[in-house]
C-alpha cells in the first residue's frame, strides 16, 4: 500500500513559499486570457502548416488551469475552461480530429500529432475528472478513436515510429501516447482502447529496430535492460530523449493499473531508481540540452530542461503511490523546492525552457514546451503536500496549508479511518519550511477516530524530534501505509531519518503534533568546487546579490567564475552565518568569507592592468536557488573553494 496525492478539493488553503508560487502561476500564467485565448484559437483556425509541435498548449492550459481552479475555487478560472472545452468540442471535425493542423499538410498524419494529444486528451480527461464535464469526454473518445483507427497495428495504419512527412524530432516518438490513451480506455471502461494499447506495446521492439531515426524513444526491451540494471539510461538510443523517455514511462505505469501486469510495474520502478542513482543532479534537475548523456559529458553549465523535470515528479508520484517510500517524496522536494521553481519567474508569468547550474539561464520567451509544462506541475503543486494511505493521512512535504478530508462529494476526498465509520478531518499545517524546521500540525477530527499518521523524515534530517500534544512521541519508522510490524522499527519514538515515522492512535479534536527537524548545512565537494545545501534547499551565489563596493550596472561586478569560497574548517555550521533574505525571496541567506581572485591582465595599457582587483577577501552572500527567478544576471549552484591557506 503506499501514497496517493490528495483530490485538488481536500486543499482549503496553501500558503509559504510553494504557495506563493503556485498562486503566482495561477494569477500572472493561467489567466493570462490572451496566451489562453491564443491556445484555443489555433484549434478553431486549423491552419498550422509546420511540424512545431505548439497544438499541446490548448491541453496543458486544460490541465493546469482546472487543476489551479478547483484547488483556489476560482470560479472564474473554472468558466473559463469549461468554455474552452466547449469550443474544442464545436472545433471537432466529423471524423473525430482534434487539431490546429492545415487539412492539406496532414498528408495523412503529421509529426508529433500525438505529443499534442498526449496532452490534449490528459487535459480533456482532467476536465471531466475535476470539473465533471461530459463534454470533455466525449471529445476525448472521439478522438481517441480517431488514433485507433489511424495509427498503430494494422493495414493502413502508422507504426508510433517512423518516417513521417514533416516530422520535425526526427523519427516518431508515438510511444508516448500510450499513457493518455490507457487512462482513457480506463475510464470509459472501453476494453478496445486498452487491447489497442497492448498491441502497440507489443510492436515497439520491431518498430525501434527499423525506425533507428526515432531517437526520442526506444524499445521496451531496453527499458526492461536499464529497469534490471543491464543498460544505462543513455544506451535506451543514442541520444534518447529524457522526457520522452519519462512519458513512455509513464505510459507503462498506467497499462500496469489498467492490466495488473507487475512486469510493466517493475520496468517502471526499476527505471525510475535508475534515474534517480544515476541522473538526477543534486538540484533535482537533469539531462543535457534535453537528453540523457554519459556521464563525463555532463558539466553544471549544460542546459537542464524543465519538461523532463515536469514528468519525473509525475514518476516519483506514480513510485510513491505503489510503494510508499519516502524516497520518492524526497525526489518530488528536490525537484520542486530546486531546479524547478528556479525556472519559474518570481512573478509567475513565465518560465525558462532551460535551467542551468552553473549559466545565465536564456532569456524566458514565447509558448514553447516548458513555459506550458512549468504551469502544469504548479497549477497542481498543492496535491503533493499529503496523501492518503489506505485508511491513514500521509504528510508528504511540509509548508504551510490547510487541507480537509471530507465526506462529501468531491471524489477522492472522503473521511479518514476505518471507511465504515469514516469521519471528516480538518488538518491545519503551520511552518515556514523550508526555510526554518519547525512544523505544526493540528488535527481536528469531527469526532475521535483512530487512524494512522505518517510523516516523512527527509534523509538528511538525522536527529528529528516529534512532540505529540507536547510530549515525545513513540513512533515508528518504515514506508508509509504499513502498519507495525514488517520492516518497521518498534514505536522507540526515534524518527528514522528517509523514511515515514507513523504515529497511530485515536485522535481526538485539537491534538497536535511538532516535527523538529534540524536543518543542517551541508557541502557537496568535490576536489575543486561544491555546492551548499541547508535542510532541502540547494543554495547558489547569485552575481545581482553581492555588497559589491564596485556598483555598476546592477552589482555587476563579482561574477561566479571570480570567487572563492574560504573553507577553512569541516563543521559547516561554523563556516556560515544565517542572515535574513531580501524582502520577498525564499531564505535565509548564508554568508560565508570568500575571496576573489585575481583578474587576468585584460588591458593593452600597462597602467589599467595595474588598477585592476588583487585577490581580496569579502563575504559572500548565498541564497537558495529557487529564487533564481526574483532577479537576473549569472548565478552558480557550484563554486571554486578554498582552505583560506594562501592568505596566510
Ligand atoms: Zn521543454
Redesign the pocket.
Known amino acids: 500500500m503506499g501514497v496517493v496525492s490528495i483530490s485538488p478539493a481536500s486543499i482549503e488553503r496553501i500558503g509559504g513559499f510553494l504557495g506563493q508560487r503556485f498562486l503566482n502561476n495561477k494569477e500572472k500564467r493561467l489567466k493570462d486570457w490572451t496566451l489562453a485565448e491564443e491556445f484555443i484559437s489555433m484549434y478553431e483556425r486549423k491552419s498550422h502548416q509546420d511540424w512545431f509541435w505548439i497544438g499541446e498548449q490548448a491541453g496543458k492550459w486544460l490541465d493546469a488551469a482546472a487543476y489551479a481552479a478547483v484547488i483556489s475555487r476560482d470560479e472564474a478560472l473554472r468558466e473559463r475552461v469549461l468554455q474552452a472545452v466547449d469550443r474544442l468540442a464545436a472545433s471537432q471535425e466529423r471524423d473525430g480530429y482534434l487539431g490546429i493542423t492545415a487539412p492539406w499538410h496532414r498528408t495523412p498524419v503529421r509529426g508529433m500529432q500525438l505529443y499534442e494529444w498526449y496532452y490534449l486528451i490528459h487535459g480533456l480527461l482532467v476536465c471531466h475528472e475535476l470539473l465533471g464535464s461530459e463534454r470533455a469526454l466525449e471529445t476525448a473518445q472521439r478522438l481517441g478513436k480517431f488514433i485507433m483507427r489511424t495509427w498503430g497495428v494494422g493495414e493502413g495504419r502508422f507504426p508510433l515510429m517512423g518516417r513521417f512527412p514533416g516530422n520535425g524530432h526526427d523519427g516518431g516518438e508515438g510511444t508516448l501516447i500510450l499513457e493518455p490513451m490507457v487512462l482513457l480506455g480506463m475510464r470509459t471502461g472501453d476494453d478496445s482502447v486498452i487491447r489497442w494499447c497492448v498491441e502497440t506495446l507489443q510492436m515497439w521492439d520491431e518498430w525501434a529496430e527499423k525506425y533507428p531515426e526515432s531517437r526520442h524513444t526506444g524499445s521496451y526491451s531496453m527499458m526492461k535492460a536499464v529497469a534490471q540494471g543491464e543498460a544505462e539510461l543513455y544506451d535506451v538510443r543514442d541520444n534518447v530523449h529524457a522526457?520522452t523517455l519519462h512519458m513512455t514511462l509513464l505510459g507503462l505505469a498506467a497499462l500496469h493499473e489498467a492490466t495488473g501486469e507487475t512486469e510493466y510495474r517493475q520496468v517502471v520502478l526499476g527505471c525510475v531508481d535508475r534515474i534517480r542513482e544515476t541522473m538526477v543532479f543534486i538540484t533535482g534537475g537533469m539531462s543535457s540540452g534535453?537528453r540523457y548523456v554519459p556521464y563525463p559529458y555532463y558539466n553544471p553549465r549544460n542546459d537542464i530542461?524543465?519538461?523532463?523535470m515536469h514528468t519525473w515528479i509525475l514518476l516519483c508520484a506514480q513510485a510513491l503511490a505503489w510503494t510508499g517510500e519516502a524516497r520518492y517524496a524526497e525526489e518530488i522536494e528536490r525537484t520542486l523546492l530546486n531546479n524547478f521553481l528556479a525556472a519559474q519567474r518570481a512573478d509567475g508569468s513565465n518560465w525558462h525552457?532551460m535551467m542551468p547550474m552553473n549559466r545565465p539561464a536564456q532569456p524566458v520567451g514565447t509558448p514553447?514546451?516548458?513555459n506550458s509544462?512549468g504551469p502544469r506541475i504548479a497549477g497542481r503543486m498543492p496535491t503533493f503536500l499529503y496523501g492518503r494511505s489506505g485508511q491513514g493521512l500521509a504528510v508528504n512535504l511540509y509548508c504551510d496549508s490547510e487541507v480537509f478530508f471530507g465526506t462529501g462529494p468531491a471524489p477522492g476526498a472522503g473521511g479518514l479511518g476505518e471507511s465504515a465509520n469514516a469521519v471528516s478531518v480538518r488538518v491545519r499545517q503551520e511552518t515556514s519550511y523550508p526555510s526554518d524546521g519547525r512544523v505544526e500540525l493540528t488535527l481536528e477530527p469531527e469526532r475521535p477516530c483512530r487512524f494512522p499518521l505518517y510523516l516523512r523524515i527527509p534523509s538528511w534530517a538525522k536527529g528529528t524530534e516529534v512532540l505529540l500534544n507536547g510530549e515525545r512521541a513513540a513512533v515508528s519508522s518504515g514506508a508509509a501505509g504499513e502498519g507495525f510490524g514488517g520492516d518497521r522499527n518498534p514505536a522507540t519514538g526515534d524518527a528514522a531519518p528517509g523514511t515515514y515515522a507513523m504515529i497511530e492512535r485515536e485522535w481526538r479534536p485539537g491534538d497536535r503534533v511538532e516535527i523538529v527537524l534540524p536543518m543542517p548545512i551541508r557541502l557537496h565537494r568535490g576536489a575543486r568546487e561544491l555546492a551548499v545545501l541547508r535542510g532541502p534547499l540547494v543554495y547558489a551565489y547569485f552575481q545581482s546579490q553581492q555588497d559589491d563596493p564596485q556598483r555598476f550596472y546592477w552589482n555587476h561586478g563579482l561574477y561566479p567564475d571570480d570567487v572563492e569560497l574560504v573553507i577553512d574548517g569541516d563543521e559547516p555550521h561554523e563556516l556560515f552565518e544565517e542572515e535574513a533574505a531580501p524582502e520577498g525571496w525564499l531564505g535565509p541567506a548564508l554568508r560565508v568569507r570568500a575571496v576573489q581572485k585575481p583578474r587576468a591582465p585584460m588591458f593593452a595599457h600597462e597602467a589599467a592592468n595595474q588598477r585592476l582587483p588583487g585577490r581580496k577577501e569579502f563575504s559572500a552572500r548565498l541564497l537558495p536557488f529557487a529564487n533564481h527567478g526574483a532577479q537576473g544576471g549569472p548565478h552558480a549552484v557550484f563554486l571554486a573553494y578554498t582552505s583560506g591557506k594562501e592568505n596566510g
Open positions: 522526457h534535453e530542461e524543465v519538461c523532463p525552457y514553447n514546451c516548458c509544462s
